[in-house]
């Protein structure tokens, strides 16, 4: 399995070396698919290292706003109108989420905190099959995106681009956010020592609500980039994304943003070229592959791929 | 006295799965089913405590072993004739093998504990999320093998002509048993070897436990159980892939948490608990009378209620509600194991 990961690796590697056209094509689209999982990447790992918290419901944040685009297609809004409805709603959740059922849980184990975020999760998730129904809605006003532009030959759908540089934009502004203002800075000493930041007065509770609504910007991001990928709006929409960035962030490191975004990259990225390189008879064992993968990783780097490596077992 | 307060931490989880037998051997046909759903509920919680609880690592890999259970009992018990309808790609051996109830629910049990076995001999290196996402990776790739590989199984298709034979009689001793091998395995001495790498890692290795054997013998103890109750699952209603994938994970460890995850006594209270809580609301749904008040929730809304409440009940008591303590007489002088072992 990993021989034949790594020959597809190999691979496309030459083959966008070579300038192969239908290569090309399925590079920039993983690479666009890994910006993407970035941005999740950030969101989730940003609230991990601030509250230690695996946010589960990250992923029905996105298609909250998913749904929220979608209406406002439905409605014939301007775009615009749509992306703001969009990020309101993102933000409104996530606000809520954090003060109604993070904030009392801060000081619980790991485990309960999941396990209620799982508890959103599935809230979220069947309100909105009581409201829109199984089989969901289509938010359509930005599929122009999709249309590819020509460049140098070669057929880049605009939506590929469009997220690339999204990200990378998006990913900038943070690090100037986390370097260069004191709520950065905040942030940074609360992920490093939530308690000693506390006591050198961190104000526990902005820098948890930062987090969470910087997050939910992402999540905002994400949602208006993959409704143009895939207009269908489900109540599971975004779900499998989730859990492969989920994943991803661990097998990047969990405990630097830094190593979890990487991760998050990564995963999208492979997913992407796999998903080109797989013949199609295999495509459905794509998930498989992928998860095979992960636990190979964690087998030989526990602690993260990028994570500056640790003693496993903690000394008394 | 300690064996007296033994016999009450196992009669008293036992009693409750009975009494819930009992009283759903009284109810009318129609309100069986959700008895039957709950005593399953209270075998896979159980099956999925014997390693989460004792062990403290949080695992989402334990419906694999459940779904394994639910094939091979599934595909097993299908009569021969009508095995081609459903799958037609079938092994040879597997389309021209039959066999009964209580053989279909052993094999179940053998596949889950062996497939645990197999896949805890690497991943029970791991701890923490490390091991979290590695066991919801298992489960990842089994789902996807199951969905798509015919040779095994159904593949998409829902099973069919699996012989019904889970009644409330079969629910109620399963479930029993099922209580009985964990209390025997966590009162055992392996069991109490891995309590103690749960309380503190450090000191357990100090005195010569094992964390890697100890967390292994019970990963395949909790498949086995787990594999047994998915066998008892597919005898109950026919069902498909997406039945034993996600939501059947959560709603699982949910009511291990809500219930107490360190205390088998939490497992059952949990089990039942949400169990109840969900066939209170699909009859709600349906429309209800309570004391001349006729109640009637949109269709749909039982999941958002159980939801919320799963959320209120970690946000209220994050303890679980047990506290994740077995049941004590005496109740003081006892309380000394502390609610948070499940962190790591």
């Given at each position: 399995?990993?021989?034949?990961v790594?020959?597809?690796?190999?691979?496309?590697?030459l083959?966008?070396?070579?300038?192969?056209?239908?290569?090309?094509?399925v590079?920039?689209?993983?690479?666009?698919?890994?910006?993407?999982?970035?941005?999740?990447?950030?969101?989730?790992?940003?609230?991990?290292?601030?509250m230690?918290?695996?946010?589960?419901?990250?992923?029905?944040?996105?298609?909250?706003?998913?749904?929220?685009?979608?209406?406002a297609?439905?409605?014939?809004?301007?775009?615009?109108?749509?992306?703001?409805l969009?990020?309101?709603?993102?933000?409104?959740?996530?606000?809520a989420?954090?003060?109604?059922?993070?904030?009392?849980?801060?000081?619980?184990?790991?485990?309960?905190?999941?396990?209620?975020?799982?508890a959103?999760?599935?809230?979220?998730?069947?309100?909105?099959?009581?409201?829109?129904?199984?089989?969901?809605?289509?938010?359509?006003?930005?599929?122009?995106?999709?249309?590819?532009?020509?460049?140098?030959?070669?057929?880049?759908?605009?939506?590929?681009?469009?997220?690339?540089?999204?990200?990378?934009v998006?990913?900038?502004?943070?690090?100037?956010?986390?370097?260069?203002?004191?709520?950065?800075?905040h942030?940074?000493?609360?992920?490093?020592?939530?308690?000693?930041?506390?006591?050198?007065?961190?104000?526990?509770?902005?820098?948890?609500?930062?987090?969470?609504?910087?997050?939910?910007?992402?999540a905002?991001v994400?949602?208006?980039?993959?409704?143009?990928?895939?207009?269908?709006?489900?109540?599971?929409?975004?779900?499998?994304?989730t859990?492969?960035?989920?994943?991803?962030?661990?097998?990047?490191?969990?405990?630097?943003?830094?190593?979890?975004?990487?991760?998050?990259?990564?995963?999208?990225?492979?997913?992407g070229l796999?998903?080109?390189?797989?013949?199609?008879?295999?495509?459905?064992?794509?998930?498989?592959?992928?998860?095979?993968?992960?636990?190979?990783?964690?087998?030989?780097?526990?602690?993260?791929?990028?994570?500056?490596?640790?003693?496993?077992?903690e000394?008394? | 006295?300690?064996?007296?307060?033994?016999?009450?931490?196992?009669?008293?989880?036992?009693?409750?799965?009975?009494?819930?037998?009992?009283v759903?051997?009284?109810?009318s046909?129609t309100?069986?089913?959700?008895?039957?759903?709950?005593?399953?509920?209270?075998?896979?919680?159980v099956?999925?405590?014997?390693?989460?609880?004792?062990?403290?690592?949080?695992?989402?890999?334990?419906?694999?072993?459940?779904?394994?259970?639910?094939?091979?009992?599934?595909?097993?018990?299908?009569?021969?004739?009508?095995?081609?309808?459903t799958?037609?790609?079938?092994?040879?051996?597997?389309?021209?093998?039959t066999?009964?109830?209580?053989?279909?629910?052993?094999?179940?049990?053998?596949?889950?504990?062996?497939?645990?076995f197999?896949?805890?001999?690497?991943?029970?290196?791991?701890?923490?999320?490390?091991?979290?996402?590695?066991?919801?990776?298992?489960l990842?790739?089994?789902?996807?093998?199951?969905?798509?590989?015919e040779?095994?199984?159904?593949g998409?298709?829902?099973?069919?002509?699996?012989?019904?034979?889970?009644?409330?009689?079969?629910?109620?001793?399963?479930?029993?048993?099922?209580?009985?091998?964990?209390?025997?395995?966590?009162?055992?001495?392996?069991?109490?070897?891995?309590?103690?790498?749960?309380?503190?890692?450090?000191?357990?290795?100090?005195?010569?436990?094992?964390?890697?054997?100890?967390?292994?013998?019970?990963?395949g103890?909790?498949?086995?159980?787990?594999?047994?109750?998915?066998?008892?699952?597919?005898?109950?209603?026919?069902?498909n892939?997406?039945?034993?994938?996600?939501?059947?994970?959560?709603t699982?460890?949910?009511?291990?948490?809500?219930?107490?995850a360190?205390?088998?006594w939490?497992?059952?209270?949990?089990?039942?608990?949400?169990?109840?809580?969900?066939?209170?609301?699909?009859?709600m749904?349906?429309?209800?009378?309570?004391?001349?008040?006729?109640?009637?929730?949109?269709?749909?809304?039982?999941?958002?209620?159980?939801?919320?409440?799963m959320?209120?009940v970690?946000i209220?008591?994050p303890g679980?509600?047990?506290?994740?303590?077995?049941?004590?007489?005496?109740?003081?002088?006892?309380?000394?194991r502390?609610?948070?072992?499940?962190?790591?």
């Open positions: 399995m990993s021989g034949l790594a020959s597809g690796l190999v691979a496309s590697g083959g966008s070396f070579a300038g192969d056209a239908v290569d090309l094509q590079q920039v689209d993983a690479i666009s698919l890994g910006a993407i999982f970035a941005l999740m990447a950030v969101g989730i790992g940003l609230v991990f290292g601030v230690r918290l695996v946010n589960f419901a990250y992923g029905q944040l996105i298609m909250a706003g998913a749904f929220a685009l979608a209406y297609s439905d409605r014939g809004w301007p775009v615009v109108a749509g992306i703001v969009c990020f309101a709603v993102v933000l409104a959740l996530s606000l989420m954090e003060r109604v059922v993070f904030r009392p849980l801060r000081t619980q184990s790991g485990a309960v905190m999941l396990i209620a975020t799982f959103v999760a599935f809230l979220l998730q069947s309100i909105a099959l009581l409201w829109f129904g199984p089989l969901g809605k289509t938010a359509t006003s930005l599929v122009e995106l999709n249309r590819p532009v020509s460049i140098g030959g070669v057929d880049i759908r605009k939506i590929t681009i469009v997220a690339i540089v999204t990200a990378a998006c990913l900038a502004l943070l690090v100037l956010l986390l370097n260069r203002t004191s709520i950065g800075l942030m940074r000493a609360a992920s490093l020592d939530f308690s000693t930041a506390r006591l050198l007065g961190v104000r526990a509770n902005l820098v948890s609500g930062v987090a969470v609504l910087i997050a939910g910007v992402l905002a994400v949602a208006v980039l993959l409704t143009v990928q895939y207009p269908t709006v489900t109540p599971t929409y975004a779900l499998q994304e859990i492969l960035v989920l994943a991803g962030v661990v097998v990047g490191g969990m405990t630097r943003l830094l190593s979890a975004t990487l991760g998050g990259f990564l995963i999208g990225y492979v997913s796999l998903g080109g390189a797989l013949p199609s008879s295999q495509s459905q064992y794509l998930p498989s592959f992928l998860f095979g993968l992960v636990i190979l990783v964690l087998l030989v780097r526990p602690d993260g791929l990028f994570s500056r490596s640790r003693g496993v077992v000394r008394v | 006295m300690r064996a007296r307060a033994a016999a009450v931490e196992l009669l008293a989880p036992v009693a409750l799965v009975a009494a819930a037998g009992v759903g051997g009284l109810v046909q309100n069986q089913i959700y008895f039957i759903t709950a005593l399953i509920s209270v075998s896979t919680v099956a999925i405590y014997v390693f989460v609880g004792n062990s403290g690592v949080l695992s989402f890999g334990h419906i694999s072993f459940f779904a394994v259970g639910v094939w091979a009992a599934g595909v097993l018990s299908i009569p021969e004739q009508e095995k081609p309808a799958m037609p790609y079938l092994f040879g051996f597997l389309s021209s093998t066999v009964g109830n209580i053989p279909s629910l052993l094999i179940a049990a053998a596949v889950g504990g062996v497939f645990a197999l896949v805890g001999l690497p991943l029970m290196r791991l701890s923490g999320l490390a091991a979290g996402i590695a066991t919801f990776a298992v990842g790739i089994t789902n996807n093998v199951l969905r798509y590989y040779k095994i199984g159904p998409l298709n829902t099973f069919s002509s699996v012989p019904e034979t889970t009644d409330v009689l079969q629910a109620t001793v399963g479930a029993v048993l099922v209580v009985v091998a964990a209390f025997a395995y966590q009162r055992s001495r392996l069991g109490r070897q891995l309590r103690a790498t749960r309380e503190d890692p450090a000191a357990a290795r100090a005195v010569g436990v094992s964390i890697y054997r100890q967390r292994l013998w019970a990963f103890l909790s498949g086995f159980l787990a594999g047994f109750a998915g066998g008892l699952y597919i005898h109950f209603i026919p069902i892939v997406d039945a034993v994938y996600l939501d059947l994970t959560f699982t460890l949910a009511m291990l948490v809500i219930g107490g360190t205390s088998l939490g497992a059952v209270v949990g089990a039942l608990f949400v169990s109840g809580l969900d066939s209170l609301l699909a009859e749904e349906d429309g209800m009378t309570v004391l001349g008040v006729t109640i009637d929730l949109p269709a749909g809304s039982r999941i958002v209620v159980v939801s919320a409440i959320a209120l970690l209220v008591r679980g509600l047990t506290g994740g303590r077995e049941v004590s007489l005496g109740g003081l002088g006892r309380r000394l502390p609610a948070q072992a499940v962190a790591k």
